[in-house]
């Protein structure tokens, strides 16, 4: 399986990269590759340039500023999974990337470029949901940020305009009371999930003020549970609350058949793993408090 | 379409050649320097047989465009003992971690860099660190000896 | 004298030196000076008439040299060929397509990405037709006709055993359970491809051929009787099988893509490469098992009485099994498996699909694998019925170890056997009873947990020439030793080692035998110009008729020797004692020679009337097969939520009789059980109703990893095989027999007291999830 040809180039810096996006409408960016490159082998892409974002200063790095955890999109997972400031204090964060393809693979594979991909299948979409996320995207006119929930419009389609690259993620700063927790279901290791849920809560005192609730693989783009969100705000986080996020999680997810099941067993993976998932996430929240 | 000058510097040797942008890094290890220690064994970036370390650590070369390693130092099987038998390679051998080698070196590859993270792991830490390397023939627990092997050689060496 | 390391040493691998150096030479290492690169177009179509082939796109691609296609093949009558079942397979179609992904045509170029480019650039047209799927389906009159040149789908009906004898011992049974069971597609998938390098030297009119094959002599017959009428004969082909990443069974046949390379050659005048992706890999090349079973097991007053098969064999749209002539559904009569029964029956139909071709092995000799999931599910059902533990209700049928040679109701003759022990250790290891207790206390809790047994009995060594042979070459197997003046030795084998450590464990049976340390002993194979004949390597039989040629020839050496040593020492050759390495005159042990000396003598000063030289070839006719066997128990936890399985435990105590070298026999074990526990739980190759592929590459053909595979326990028992000469039997494959029904036994006991008698494999947590769910058990948190 042999890549089509293409144009290569790789700028040093984002405004040269948006002219080149700008200049050959069949280009497109080039991150870790680790699922741009699979496709051109297989020839479902054959873009006709590719532009290397490898070269362009200061789009990787793992920082706390100004309220966030700011994730440059060249990190690659690999870099979540040593960083010591995302596995303690961003535990939603650290169980996803450990889970995302092989201990290989994360050490190319961009968090920018899962995010940016798009794929009903990729991990971060949904933890970024759920946590609130933004996105940091620079194109022709200039920089702007696009909330999570705004950023994903189909499998494999994002907000992003043409010319636009997406530069950095942001995920709100982790306080006192709050925690998270991914739970994926995978056939084996390097798979794509049957099913996976992100929780995020934030405790106030003994009850859940706030909660994000998001789902992986279930439908043509990750999921934001709303009504198991509503399910979880304003209880006490017990088995009654987590039973009635768990039915809502269910009952938004959006899941056909397939060869990893049915699509009624993937609504009741989801539920499974929303209520484990959201009884880890308080778990780790009480701990935090 | 367009071809490229690159440098890549393998075990320590910089190879300059004018590349096709599309030539994998697989195939500019294999066919351009002819280093064939390096193996395919998937189209689907799954089986870490072309498993090298790329600036030191493991990246499935199969999905990595030789244009984007330029300038980049790579260390292929054939680099691993430097001269000598890395205490990868003697672990291997003394725990039988091999039986076609055709996963052994990518498979070589990632335990060394997991142990220079993680100079003592465990077994269930070993099992996750290779899980990105297809085995067929041995079934994974004399590799996971293998490693622990490598690991008690490294210790060894580094108090003598 | 040093201790020469012959058998039951853990002696290092010979052939580790260059593999951990990056050294090995495997099929896509070779390059030859203008060598050109072959690609393959392939159906989008199970089922398709081609109505045209334009060619002019691929050699409008840069670098392409050639378009082949099934008319120019048609032209050397090469378009068809034969299948080692004495089928026929398409080289390439010449108007018809049979299966998605087949070989439509080939591309020739100057590098391997201008193949591709050729081959993705081909525009084919085609008229879709109806496609059959279902092997029962394509048995009812009226299916889809797969084979325009067979009257039916139906290839073959076969049936061994007494039928009216096994109906009336069923009748007469006062337990019976019958169960229907399917053993789906898989795929070896060794992490090397296929691939092939075809040199043509049209002056010479002589043809390399560098292949990943496990029986390069077979082949080179092959090729040569196919391609007779194109003057090639067989000594002008060499056939080189270099170092071969995994095999498996996956190696033995020849695929189109070998003879496309060697037609391209031909037609080129330079050398030409073809390494297939793992895509075309999975998808195309000959798959194992898909055997539709019903199965039927009695018993009376608690004993097994009667053996019923009935079996539907789908073999795509060839039937392309590596078999024994003379067995079309392979050794499948070993059904009986390790119980003493004395009536049994066993029927196979070979049926046409729209698939690929195949029918060969998954590391496993003939069908055996299907054979031991029959049986060793039915018995577990048995005893249930029987209100039995199924591990006591075994203890109790078993063939007794004083019954050996047992003679088996579908006429083997079993060598030796304790099975009894094996299963006793196996449940000591594991500790059968306090996990039995655990289960009740989980149960009462709610929680999933399940104990599963298989006990084995598998038949390798293929074998014996009066009924062995393959496209009628007699299934016997071969070794050259020749012993240098200095005492050091070359030895060549007829096999092909795929990873089992033949250059190793070959050496340290003429160590034992010669007393030469195996360092000293260089072994080859693989190359046909100087290798002596063979059938090769597969079916787990190097070691009982190669490792048993190789005994024989050193024993021949060994002859010689002792008269060399009688001239030498100026004795009767009748009062030489021969010990590990020397022989001295009896009663006086400082008068003795060493093999080396002997050696060094044999071409300085052989006795006169004596040939030079020392060396000796055997082509070993096993006289039987063997038969090794085992007990495996598999513990498991079902995750109630998710439906999946988790493999907590698995103990497999094997015995293969003699063990040449420990480490290499557990290293096999290792890596058989975890091909075994792979179909179980992992792997399938499926269609759906268009004859479309799932499983077709590694994202979706789902191989273990580390994570997936448990941490194996294994046990020995060591009952010699009576008639190999060192009493060895084989075990490249009884792991991969034994362990699937080891691990459905296991989830089936799990989820017995819910009502559940029988689980398909491969287990997925989906299939395990359904199953819980109908019987209200699935959990939801
Ligand atoms: C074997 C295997 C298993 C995998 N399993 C998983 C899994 O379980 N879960 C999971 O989530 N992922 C999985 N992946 C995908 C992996 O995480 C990818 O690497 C990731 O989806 C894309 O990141 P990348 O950096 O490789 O992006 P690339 O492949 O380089 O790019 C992907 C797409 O995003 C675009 N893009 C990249 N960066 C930017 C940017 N900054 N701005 C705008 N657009 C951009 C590219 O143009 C391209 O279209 C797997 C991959 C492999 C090979
Ligand atoms: S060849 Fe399989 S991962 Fe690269
Ligand atoms: S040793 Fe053969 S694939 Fe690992």
């Known amino acids: 399986m042999i890549p089509p040809s293409f144009d290569y180039h790789a700028p040093d810096n984002l405004e040269e990269a948006s002219r080149l996006l700008l200049a050959n409408p069949e280009a497109k960016l080039l991150a870790g590759g680790h699922s741009l490159i699979p496709m051109m082998r297989f020839r479902l892409a054959e873009p006709a340039a590719l532009v290397d974002l490898r070269k362009i200063p200061g789009l990787s790095g793992i920082r706390e500023e100004g309220g966030s955890l700011c994730i440059g999109a060249m990190t690659r997972e690999s870099e979540l999974e040593k960083s010591d400031l995302v596995q303690s204090r961003y535990p939603l964060l650290a169980d996803t990337t450990r889970v995302i393809a092989d201990p290989v693979v994360r050490n190319l594979a961009t968090v920018g470029g899962n995010v940016a991909h798009a794929d009903p299948g990729n991990d971060h979409p949904a933890t970024m949901l759920a946590y609130g996320a933004s996105f940091v995207a620079s194109g022709p006119s200039g920089q702007r940020t696009i909330a999570a929930s705004d950023f994903f419009t189909g499998p494999f389609s994002t907000c992003l305009e043409d010319g636009e690259i997406l530069t950095e993620i942001r995920v709100p700063e982790a306080g006192p009371g709050s925690g998270g927790a991914y739970q994926k279901f995978e056939r084996k290791v390097g798979d794509y999930a049957v099913a996976a849920v992100a929780v995020q809560v934030q405790l106030d005192g003994g009850r859940i003020a706030g909660a994000g609730v998001a789902l992986t693989n279930v439908g043509l783009t990750a999921i934001q549970a709303g009504a198991a969100e509503a399910a979880l705000v304003g209880s006490d986080g017990g088995d009654a609350a987590l039973d009635a996020a768990a039915q809502a999680a269910a009952a938004a997810a959006d899941p056909t058949d397939d060869h990893r099941g049915s699509a009624d067993y993937k609504r009741a993976v989801v539920r499974v793993l929303t209520h484990r998932a959201a009884s880890s996430a308080l778990a780790r929240a009480r701990e935090a408090s | 379409m367009s071809s490229h000058q690159i440098s890549v510097t393998i075990n320590g040797e910089e190879h300059t050649r004018e590349v096709e942008a599309r030539l994998l890094l697989v195939h500019f290890i294999r066919e351009e320097v002819g280093l064939t220690g390096t193996h395919i064994g998937c189209d689907t970036t799954s089986c870490g047989a072309c498993t090298v370390l790329l600036n030191g650590v493991p990246a499935k070369s199969c999905t990595v465009f030789a244009v984007a390693a330029d300038g980049a130092e790579v260390t292929t099987v054939e680099g691993l003992g430097n001269g000598g038998l890395h205490p990868v390679q003697q672990g291997f051998t003394e725990k039988h971690g091999l039986q076609c080698g055709f996963c052994t070196p990518g498979m070589m590859l990632t335990s060394k860099a997991l142990l220079e993270e993680n100079p003592d792991p465990s077994e269930e830490e070993i099992r996750w660190g290779i899980s990105g390397n297809l085995c067929r023939c041995t079934g994974y627990v004399n590799i996971v000896k293998a490693v622990q092997r490598a690991s008690e050689l490294m210790k060894e060496n580094s108090d003598g | 004298m040093a201790e020469c390391r012959g058998l039951g040493h853990s002696v290092q691998r010979k052939e580790d030196a260059r593999f951990i150096r990056g050294q090995g030479r495997y099929i896509d290492d070779v390059k030859l000076p203008g060598m050109l690169y072959l690609d393959i177009a392939r159906s989008p179509y199970a089922h398709a008439k081609i109505t045209k082939i334009h060619e002019d796109t691929a050699m409008a691609v840069d670098g392409v040299a050639a378009v082949i296609t099934g008319k120019t093949l048609e032209g050397f009558k090469l378009a068809w060929m034969p299948t080692l079942m004495s089928d026929q397979q398409m080289v390439l179609p010449v108007d018809t397509v049979k299966y998605q992904a087949q070989e439509v045509a080939a591309i020739v170029a100057t590098s391997r990405y201008a193949a591709a480019d050729g081959a993705a650039a081909l525009e084919v047209d085609y008229d879709p037709l109806p496609v059959v799927v279902d092997p029962h389906e394509a048995l009812k009159p009226g299916a889809t006709k797969v084979r325009d040149d067979k009257e039916s789908n139906h290839i073959f009906h076969w049936e061994h055993g007494d039928a009216d004898g096994t109906d009336?011992?069923?009748?007469?049974?006062?337990?019976?359970?019958?169960?229907?069971?399917?053993?789906?597609?898989?795929?070896?998938?060794?992490?090397?491809?296929?691939?092939?390098?075809?040199?043509?030297?049209?002056?010479?009119?002589?043809?390399?051929?560098?292949?990943?094959?496990?029986?390069?002599?077979?082949?080179?017959?092959?090729?040569?009787?196919?391609?007779?009428?194109?003057?090639?004969?067989?000594?002008?082909?060499?056939?080189?099988?270099?170092?071969?990443?995994?095999?498996?069974?996956?190696?033995?046949?020849?695929?189109?893509?070998?003879?496309?390379?060697?037609?391209?050659?031909?037609?080129?005048?330079?050398?030409?490469?073809?390494?297939?992706?793992?895509?075309?890999?999975?998808?195309?090349?000959?798959?194992?098992?898909?055997?539709?079973?019903?199965?039927?097991?009695?018993?009376?007053?608690?004993?097994?009485?009667?053996?019923?098969?009935?079996?539907?064999?789908?073999?795509?749209?060839?039937?392309?099994?590596?078999?024994?002539?003379?067995?079309?559904?392979?050794?499948?009569?070993?059904?009986?498996?390790?119980?003493?029964?004395?009536?049994?029956?066993?029927?196979?139909?070979?049926?046409?699909?729209?698939?690929?071709p195949g029918g060969i092995a998954y590391r496993c000799s003939f069908r055996v694998t299907e054979a031991v999931h029959a049986i060793e599910r039915m018995v577990d059902l048995l005893a249930r019925e029987n209100g039995e533990d199924p591990a006591d209700f075994r203890l109790r049928n078993f063939i007794k170890p004083e019954q050996f040679p047992y003679q088996s109701a579908l006429g083997w003759?079993?060598?030796?056997?304790?099975?009894?022990?094996?299963?006793?250790?196996?449940?000591?290891?594991?500790?059968?009873?306090?996990?039995?207790?655990?289960?009740?206390?989980?149960?009462?809790?709610?929680?999933?947990?399940?104990?599963?047994?298989?006990?084995?009995?598998?038949?390798?060594?293929?074998?014996?020439?009066?009924?062995?042979?393959?496209?009628?070459?007699?299934?016997?197997?071969?070794?050259?030793?020749?012993?240098?003046?200095?005492?050091?030795?070359?030895?060549?084998?007829?096999?092909?080692?795929?990873?089992?450590?033949?250059?190793?464990?070959?050496?340290?049976?003429?160590?034992?035998?010669?007393?030469?340390?195996?360092?000293?002993?260089?072994?080859?194979?693989?190359?046909?110009?100087?290798?002596?004949?063979?059938?090769?390597?597969?079916?787990?039989?190097?070691?009982?008729?190669?490792?048993?040629?190789?005994?024989?020839?050193s024993r021949k050496i060994r002859d010689k020797a002792r008269k060399i040593a009688a001239h030498l020492l100026e004795a009767d050759e009748a009062d030489l004692v021969w010990e590990q390495g020397k022989f001295h005159v009896k009663g006086s042990p400082d008068r003795a020679k060493t093999i080396q000396d002997i050696a060094f003598a044999a071409y300085t000063n052989h006795p006169q009337g004596m040939e030079a030289g020392l060396e000796a070839i055997s082509y070993y006719d096993p006289p039987n097969l063997t038969f090794p066997f085992g007990s495996y128990i598999c513990c498991v936890d079902i995750d109630r939520g998710t439906g999946q399985v988790r493999i907590r435990r698995f103990v497999a105590v094997d015995d293969c009789g003699v063990r040449i070298n420990p480490m290499i026999v557990d290293g096999q074990i290792h890596g058989g059980l975890t091909m075994g526990i792979a179909p179980a739980l992992l792997e399938e190759i499926s269609?759906?109703?268009?004859?479309?592929?799932?499983?077709?590459?590694?994202?979706?053909?789902?191989?273990?990893?580390?994570?997936?595979?448990?941490?194996?326990?294994?046990?020995?028992?060591?009952?010699?095989?009576?008639?190999?000469?060192?009493?060895?039997?084989?075990?490249?494959?009884?792991?991969?027999?034994?362990?699937?029904?080891?691990?459905?036994n296991a989830v089936v006991d799990a989820l017995w007291h819910l009502g559940v008698r029988h689980m398909e494999i491969p287990m997925t947590p989906a299939r395990v999830w359904d199953v819980l769910n109908e019987h209200g058990a699935a959990a939801t948190r």
């Open chain 3, 168 to 356: 009336a011992a069923l009748a007469g049974c006062d337990t019976v359970v019958e169960q229907h069971m399917h053993l789906p597609r898989i795929h070896v998938a060794s992490i090397e491809t296929c691939g092939c390098v075809a040199s043509w030297n049209p002056v010479e009119g002589h043809l390399t051929l560098y292949l990943t094959t496990q029986a390069p002599h077979a082949i080179r017959t092959v090729v040569a009787l196919v391609t007779a009428h194109l003057g090639l004969a067989e000594h002008k082909i060499r056939v080189i099988s270099p170092d071969i990443g995994g095999g498996f069974g996956g190696k033995v046949p020849v695929y189109p893509g070998y003879v496309l390379a060697t037609a391209a050659s031909v037609v080129t005048g330079k050398p030409v490469k073809w390494i297939e992706d793992r895509s075309e890999n999975l998808q195309a090349d000959s798959f194992a098992r898909d055997y539709h079973i019903t199965a039927k097991l009695g018993s009376k007053d608690g004993k097994v009485t009667a053996l019923k098969l009935d079996t539907v064999a789908d073999h795509g749209y060839s039937d392309a099994a590596a078999n024994p002539s003379k067995f079309p559904a392979g050794l499948y009569h070993i059904a009986t498996g390790s119980y003493d029964l004395e009536n049994a029956h066993v029927s196979v139909d070979g049926v046409y699909t729209n698939k690929p």
């Open chain 3, 413 to 553: 003759e079993y060598d030796s056997g304790n099975y009894g022990a094996a299963l006793e250790k196996a449940m000591d290891m594991i500790g059968y009873r306090e996990l039995r207790a655990e289960q009740a206390e989980k149960r009462a809790r709610g929680e999933l947990m399940g104990v599963g047994i298989s006990s084995f009995t598998e038949i390798v060594g293929a074998g014996p020439s009066k009924t062995f042979d393959i496209l009628g070459i007699k299934m016997f197997d071969s070794a050259e030793i020749r012993i240098h003046p200095t005492g050091k030795a070359i030895a060549r084998f007829g096999t092909k080692s795929q990873g089992q450590g033949h250059e190793t464990t070959y050496a340290q049976i003429i160590a034992e035998e010669l007393g030469i340390p195996p360092e000293d002993i260089q072994v080859e194979e693989g190359d046909t110009d100087t290798a002596p004949y063979g059938l090769g390597t597969y079916a787990s039989r190097s070691t009982p008729t190669a490792g048993a040629a190789a005994s024989i020839a």
């Open chain 3, 687 to 744: 269609y759906d109703a268009d004859g479309n592929i799932t499983g077709g590459n590694f994202m979706e053909y789902l191989v273990p990893t580390a994570m997936e595979t448990p941490h194996w326990e294994l046990g020995e028992t060591v009952t010699p095989s009576p008639h190999h000469p060192i009493g060895a039997k084989g075990v490249g494959e009884s792991a991969t027999v034994g362990a699937p029904p080891a691990v459905v």
